[in-house]
């Protein structure tokens, strides 16, 4: 792969508004300032959006680093778009070898896509990573996934007035018609519901819970058995999640990393198992929201960030929280017995989130052709504020 690729000019009448006479270089990330520059770009971008979150660098850093578990079965690549000394743009792009051996499908990723609004920086990045993964033997590319499917995944379309909640993405409206543009069309919508936590379920549902109420026994994690609670937790979610769309398993280590901020960052009643007659069927997880805890920190834990995010999460609390993982096992789905167990794992959840001063519950991402559990979210007062979208593009 040569150093870095210079792109010629589209004619002005083609250009975005941004384009200037520096020539445009697009440069694989290599060297400390150019992983500086990738991770710094959406400071300016955003700069006037009062909706963006500049999130914590420390933990960007991380998720990049060759630490992150991700990387010890997929390829990666990132690039930054350069005009003279400015950084106008970046992306990657990402094979996983996982993703390959489930569906044979020669599929490949791009991500972390953030630009100024130029048409020729969009193309000039998209061009790049295509290339890259044809050299890798792909023949489609999806995205954008932050790495992957159990990451940040899909653009955001509609919802761009209200902050994203923990591990979900922003982006600005002009996004889209600028992927589009490269020739990727969508191929799923993500969506993100809205809940009050004092809400009230329907008296039929209500009906349904009292019925199975005495086979039910719902718990959070325990201290002690965390370790056995968190593979009960990876086995439910395996399976109830393993016939949707573009599932993918987590590893044992990346598994175990989610344990690990499990315990850092989510009280353990923040977490449900339902068992029914002693036997693990379904389970729900919900985060505070962090992002709401470190909107005033510019990205940095230092030199008293830190002391601000831990009273924000331990002490004075955080109004928001987010759903992330929820499943009920595959032989349940489908049935009264499986939209029961569903509402009451959310039902049980009320308690604990406002005893610590939550107020609203985002339960996210959820398929848009998923009826059953939009359905029920929706029964109990979920609005659908947020949509995601995933593009995909045939590689020729």
């Known amino acids: 792969m040569p150093a870095s690729t210079r792109f010629r000019e589209p004619s002005a009448a083609t250009a975005g508004a941004t384009s200037s006479s520096a020539p445009l270089e697009i440069v694989p990330v290599r060297t400390e300032n150019e992983r500086r520059r990738f991770l710094r770009l959406p400071w300016s971008l955003y700069a006037d959006d009062p909706a963006w979150i500049p999130p914590l660098l420390l933990e960007r850093k991380e998720h990049l680093s060759k630490r992150n578990p991700f990387f010890r079965h997929a390829s990666f690549q990132s690039w930054i778009a350069l005009r003279g000394s400015e950084t106008v743009g ?7 070898r996982l993703h390959l051996e489930r569906y044979d499908d020669r599929t490949g990723f791009f991500g972390l896509i953030e630009a100024q609004d130029d048409p020729a920086v969009f193309r000039a990045l998209f061009d790049t990573a ?98 056995e609670d968190l593979a009960i937790v990876k086995d439910i979610f395996e399976d109830a999640w393993s016939n949707n769309w573009g599932f993918l398993p987590f590893t044992v280590e990346e598994f175990a990393e989610l344990g690990r901020n499990l315990k850092l960052l989510v009280p353990l009643d923040y977490v449900r198992i339902a068992e029914i007659d002693g036997e693990p069927a379904a389970m729900m997880v919900l985060f505070p929201n962090l992002n709401e805890a470190i909107r005033d920190l510019a990205g940095r834990l230092l030199p ?27 032989r349940f789905q489908g049935g009264r017995l499986g939209a029961t167990l569903a509402l009451m794992m959310i039902t049980s959840l009320q308690t604990p989130a406002r005893k610590h001063g939550m107020e609203d519950v985002e339960m996210s991402w959820i398929l848009e052709t998923n009826k059953g559990v939009r359905n029920i979210i929706e029964s109990i007062g979920g609005i659908p504020y947020k949509r995601y979208r995933i593009y995909q593009k045939e590689l020729f």
């Open 90 to 96: 970046r992306i990657s792009a990402q094979v996983d």
């Open 304 to 330: 008293f960030g830190w002391l601000k995010l831990l009273w924000r999460l331990k002490v004075s609390g955080v109004k928001s929280g987010r759903v992330p993982l929820m499943g009920v096992r595959r």
């Open 130 to 227: 295509q290339n890259w993964l044809r050299e890798q033997g792909m023949r489609r590319v999806m995205g954008p996934f932050n790495l992957s499917i159990n990451d940040e995944c899909g653009l955001l379309v509609e919802g761009f007035d209200t902050p994203p909640m923990i591990m979900m993405g922003h982006a600005l409206p002009y996004y889209s018609s600028r992927i589009e543009e490269q020739g990727f069309t969508g191929i799923q919508d993500l969506l993100a519901y809205r809940i009050k936590s004092d809400f009230a379920a329907p008296r039929h549902l209500d009906r349904l819970s009292s019925r199975v109420a005495q086979h039910v026994h719902l718990r959070p994690l325990r201290r002690r058995q965390f370790a």
